[in-house]
């Protein structure tokens, strides 16, 4: 037991929580650029 | 017509009435939540340093943490799957058996928060085992020239890098 | 208060920060992919922890914002709650979202470099307890905005509940030393500097940048489009458009018995 994780393999721990950051924030913002399309579209102002 | 208006001709009295009422509310909700924060945080134990661990009679068989340092050179493999090691506080150390699959972290010199009973001949029975690392981060590089130039003896002082390097 | 004052015009606000939208959203886009590259092709591998740490650069500043958003509304709170300025309480209510979402993303990254670090997934330590509990008041107060049908009612009621809320900040923040936690105690905040060399702080720095610049973009962006939609709202009823062209309170239709706190 060193008491270390050097040298350990982590892709897939460290790539999920990456793309789990991408999406979710990526998504909110997608959402909100959405809305605001949506409403300024029709807009005359 | 204007937003501003309106506003100027609203009261300020209403609106210090509101502050004062924000004043008062929000406060007096905050400390109590607050306190009852505090309260229960310090009736709650989260985990025991070994010098404060109490006997196996006053614990009686109730699920408690004991939180310390491995002991250096104390892990020692059973038959099976059963590990034995020592934990410390550098006042007090309790000697721990486990069946738990131990974390990556785990070893001499690093943190260990375990949670189990405490038998009656004073060993700790370790239904999980925790690791704990501290706040300190160092690339593994300056690690290694600290190591090279000599230089590690002064950096495990401050406490920056790992004791069993 | 002046300042405050010239704000409350929607229609300036949206002069003033409409530039703004699109380079906050650049920023946003150039810092995390900057920050992104950084962080995962050239920062060091910790001594103790190895590659692991680079979940570091997505957990720390979704926790940071987590806790910024929250501040965000709760002063934006204050303001809509005592100046009765509207303008302030769409500002809190549009952060909600994104203060939630960092909130979650704190805790899944959390969690997962959690279960490689310490060995389990979950715990109920205090620094993740009460980031459990920032992430319900998020919960709460957006169903609160939700739940009450008069919108001057419900602001003020969410006000209040973020205003009292705000205690879980330095609970959060300072749990870790006050009480014995499983969570180590802070690496860059603190007394003695930052714990954590300049070749982890510069990415980790970028990063939480090109968080706080999406949370900017997001929230204007929202802004803008409750104001349009309100504005659209209005003209769809042309007997109130007078009392609803900017955005108000209904009780400052000037009905006699006014504003009750």
Known sequence: MDGSLMGEDFTLAITACWVISALCLGAIAAWAVARYRKVSGNDHD | MTEEQPKKRMPRRRRQQRLMLAALIVPALTGAIGLAVIAIGQSQVYFYPPRDLPSPSELDGRTVRLGGMVVEGSIEQGLETDTSFRVTDYVETVTVVTNDMLPGLFGDNQGVVVQGTLAADGTFIAARVMAKHDENYMPAEVADALEESGRLEEYKKKGLVEQDR | ?261
């Not at chain 3, 809509?80 to 990254?109: C, I, K, N, Q």
């Open chain 3, 1 to 261: 208060m002046k300042m405050l004052a010239f704000l409350a015009n929607p229609d300036r606000f949206r002069r003033l920060t409409g530039p703004a939208l699109p380079v906050t959203g650049l920023l946003a886009t150039g810092l995390v992919l900057v920050g992104a590259v950084w962080a995962l092709g050239f920062s060091p591998d910790d001594q103790v922890q190895g590659e692991a740490v680079k979940i570091m650069y997505v957990h720390v500043p979704a926790a940071w914002m987590a806790m910024a958003a929250y501040a965000f509304i709760a002063v934006a709170s204050l303001i809509g709650y005592v100046w009765r300025h509207s303008l302030a309480d769409v500002a809190a209510r549009e952060a909600a979202l994104p203060g939630f979402v960092f909130t979650l993303l704190a805790l899944v990254t959390g969690s997962i470099w959690g279960r490689i670090t310490w060995g389990v997934w979950w715990d109920w330590d205090a620094r993740m307890t009460s980031m459990l509990a920032l992430l319900f008041i998020y919960a709460g107060y957006m169903a609160l905005w939700r739940a009450i049908e008069n919108e001057g009612q419900a602001a003020r009621a969410a006000a209040l509940l973020a205003m009292v809320g705000a205690i879980n900040l330095p609970i959060i923040k300072f749990s870790v030393d006050f009480w014995e936690t499983l969570h180590q105690k802070a690496s860059v905040i603190r007394a003695d500097g930052p714990s954590m060399p300049a070749s982890m702080l510069w990415p980790l720095a970028i990063m939480a940048l090109g968080y706080t610049a999406f949370f900017a973009f997001h929230v204007m962006l929202r802004m803008h489009t409750v104001i349009l939609e309100k504005r659209r709202e209005a003209r769809a009823r042309p007997a109130r458009a007078a009392s609803t062209a900017t955005i108000s309170h209904p009780a400052s239709d000037g009905s006699p018995s006014g504003e009750h706190a």
